[in-house]
């Protein structure tokens, strides 16, 4: 059974930094892909960046220039850089893995506010 477990997330200010990161039970490689996704109150569940096991990032337009994804495969982690935060990047940030199947991290509170 896999695990993912998310951590770095808390209360920044505007315009603040924050890392976030997923730590999985096992080696990231045999996922084809990881990737982050946010909810917010009373709205669905976005993709917002995405890596694949050959390297290859994606972003949301929302968050392009502003967040960067990375895996350390030593370490069983994917990170995600988040620079010039916004108030409307408040929301619970999940892990999620895709391999044969799909797993998610139970997800981490991330709050923008002034």
């Known amino acids: 059974q896999v695990q993912l477990v998310e951590s770095g997330g808390g209360l920044v200010q505007p315009g603040g930094s924050l890392r976030l990161s997923c730590a999985a039970s096992?080696?990231?490689?045999?996922?084809?892909?990881m990737g982050w996704y946010r909810q917010a109150p009373g709205k669905q569940r976005e993709l917002i960046a995405g890596i694949t096991s050959g390297g290859n990032t994606n972003y949301a337009d929302s968050v392009k220039g502003r967040f960067t994804i990375s895996a350390d495969n030593a370490k069983n982690t994917v990170y995600l850089q988040m620079n010039s935060l916004k108030p409307e990047d408040t929301a619970v940030y999940y892990c999620?893995?895709?391999?044969?199947?799909?797993?998610w991290g139970q997800g981490t509170q991330v709050t923008v506010s002034s």
């Open positions: 096992g080696s990231i490689a045999r996922f084809n892909a």
């Open positions: 999620n893995a895709a391999s044969r199947l799909i797993y």
